[in-house]
């Protein structure tokens, strides 16, 4: 097998990316997969875990379950 060398004469497809002013990138989220709580010595930390739009694979991340809350209230329904 060889590798595939991309001509000047193929079509390539490319995807429009919102960037912010400061050339910064918020992807958008998707829905949340999973609920966890993570415990250091003296208190309970929820995690959620987060799926985002476009991303690889169904890649998800986890973020801290009240930043989530504050900055996307609508993937938390009946919290507020």
Known sequence: MRKFILGPFQPMGLETIDLK???T????QEWIVDRNSKSSRNKEIPI???????SP???ATKEL???MQE?????FPGKF
């Open 48 to 54: 959620v875990k987060v799926i985002w739009k476009g």
């Open 25 to 28: 990138f918020q992807p958008k």
């Open 71 to 75: 900055s996307h209230p609508h993937l």
């Open 57 to 59: 694979d169904g890649e």
């Open 21 to 23: 002013l400061d050339l």
């Open 65 to 67: 379950e009240s930043e």
